[in-house]
């Protein structure tokens, strides 16, 4: 698999030795990873906890004074190199979040404690680590992700490359984000440690709630080997009902039903609402769930599990008070009736009492008991687009958009400008790459693919207009020369 570790004219490894990917994902499916290493009495658990840091830079083109040429460089590097502009000064900060976790789990381990975390760090920022030459930063991360005296504490969960919002990133284009990931990780860390990433973690929280794409998300997933997704406990709500999840704290099986019939599930493992941040900084689920109990779940008692999920690097809280706070609860919890678990550890426990991925409570994405009040499954999408206008003319707000972390931010609505390059962009490069077979493994392929995962980076929405949508731009017209002139 020496593929994997060879990056391409400066680029990372994101295509061409799928079937090495597929068959380390396949390595473990059916049996246990975490279980037989797992040192956590489940039988003794009243409750338990879990938090999971999610951990992202953009690729922008600001490595040179003129935009048109300007060399894409990671944005920790840009701030590194302009102290002085707004809070570029975090930098060095966010460069120790990136790494810290690399001296908390040794530390406590050698003290005999049982830490617990889920890490996700997306494909840019990963990239940009090796871009800049951070040696120190990957090196702690392999330790913990490799050394198995760690590697029962840590659990990474899968992501999207390029922090792609599912909901309006083409179906097409959001595989190729996981797989991407996929191939990146296992060239930094190894088959070995792919095989055991079971989770994924969507950018922004944003869930699909439009049944089609809904349904292509939870295919990709499957297809590519996970077993769960974390969710917004608001992005989803109860078949029948359309109400709000009763037992937050257990998992969920997340059904996902498109406009011709067909139908996929994953588990759905459910973050609830709050502050992210001050949330897992102030490590809220453990006390949470210290004041909980055993719940029943098909016929079995079973401990519940406080989930929360956080940029592990943004914000005061996180910066510093995460720290002593993460410890504490840690040192205290280890060895207690709530420990902390990672969730495919918890699910492992789960499933060796007995208990099924069919007996989990299901789920759905917002919104769509009302499409299905309207429309039967099967009819096609044509009428199934009908039905959906009527909805919206009915109530301006219904809408297919999705559920992300928070609702006051449309991935659509505003961003015309850039999202028509996107689309352009996406759509040429299907033209031209992906309808005409182009080796994964050639290196045109792994370059104009490189530009297009870059471009759907959701910060390039996120951050408003301005210089940052002229950011995601240029990246679109980059590509369009890239697949004009080369292929």
Known sequence: MNELLEPIAQRPCLSGSQAQIDSAMGATRGRPIFLPESRVDFGRARSAFAVALHMHQPLIPAGGGDLATAEIISNLKHMMDNPGIGDNHNASVFRWCYRRMGEFIPQLVDEGKQPRVMLEYTGTLLHGFQQMGLTDVLGDLRRITCDPRYRPCVEWLGAPWGHAVAPSTPAQD???????????????????????????????????????????????????????????????????????????????????????????????IIKTQGSDTKLVAQMQPYYEAKSLGRWELAGRQVPPLVT?????????????????????????????????????????????????????????????????????????????????????????????????????ISWVRGYENLLGPMERASALFYEKVLKRAVSPGDPRYQNALFHLLCSQTSCFRYWGQGQWTDYGREICRRLEAILTHDF
């Not at 029948?240 to 997340?254: D, F, Q, S, Y």
């Not at 609860?329 to 709530?338: I, L, Y």
Request: proline letters at 6%; charged letters at 25%; glycine letters at 10%.
């Open 174 to 268: 959001y595989r190729l984000h996981v797989t991407a990931w996929q191939h990146h990780f296992a060239a930094i860390f190894g088959t070995e440690a792919l095989s055991r990433v079971r989770g994924f973690s969507p950018s922004e929280m944003a869930l699909p709630n439009h049944p089609d794409t809904a349904y292509e998300f939870v295919r990709t997933l499957r297809d590519c080997g996970f077993q769960w997704v974390i969710v917004q406990e608001h992005t989803v709500e109860r078949p029948g009902t359309g109400g709000g999840l009763e037992r937050r704290h257990l998992p969920h099986r997340l059904v996902c039903r498109n406009s011709r019939g067909e139908e996929a599930s994953i588990i759905a």
């Open 308 to 408: 929360q999920i956080a940029d592990g690097e943004n914000g005061g809280v996180m910066m510093n008070e995460f720290p002593p706070k993460y410890l504490e609860a840690m040192r205290e919890s280890s060895g207690s009736e709530t420990p902390a678990m990672n969730a495919t550890e918890y699910l492992e426990h789960l499933f060796a009492l007995g208990v099924k991925e069919a007996d989990l409570p299901a789920a759905q994405p917002i919104h769509q008991r009302r499409i299905w009040e309207r429309f039967k499954a099967g009819d096609g999408p044509e009428r199934m687009a009908g039905a959906i206008e009527q909805l919206k003319k009915e109530d301006p707000r219904f809408h297919v958009e999705g559920g992300s972390w928070t609702n006051d």
